[in-house]
């Protein structure tokens, strides 16, 4: 049995991806799971590699979407997007620029609300 927040994740992380495709990114890679650490999206543009993640909600009721990635989320995305890169070695992505992007969707009204935020993490 689906529950209903699962559902509105799955048809974020969709209208994420045609957001992306209609600003212009290549997807290279949908719900990648590797040692356990899910990247929403995986996507190019130019010559950086964006590991995306996607927050739907309702409303904004108890905060927005990006609110909800935390620290220790944001930690988990980089070794995620590490996990990839060790996965997919070749000299395409080496001299890619990489970033951590958050994608907040609000669909409660009706329409989508979509905020990309681009850059939203760095390694240290």
């Known amino acids: 049995m689906k529950f209903k927040w699962n559902y509105s994740g799955k048809e974020g992380e969709e209208v994420a991806v045609n957001y992306l495709i209609e600003k212009g990114y ?9 040692i356990g650490i899910e990247i929403d999206i995986i996507a190019e543009k130019d010559d950086t590699i964006c590991f995306v993640e996607v927050k739907t909600r309702k409303s904004d009721d108890y905060g927005f979407p990006e609110e909800f990635v935390n620290i220790k989320k944001g930690k988990r995305l980089i070794r995620g997007f590490k996990a990839f890169l060790a996965n997919n070695k070749n000299d395409k992505y080496e001299d890619y ?7 907040s969707i609000i669909y409660g009204s009706g329409d989508y609300e ?7 993490y760095e390694d240290e």
């Open 114 to 120: 979509i905020e990309h935020i681009e850059n939203a």
């Open 97 to 103: 620029y990489k970033q951590i992007d958050i994608i």
């Open 26 to 34: 290549t997807i290279i890679e949908t719900s990648y799971n590797k």
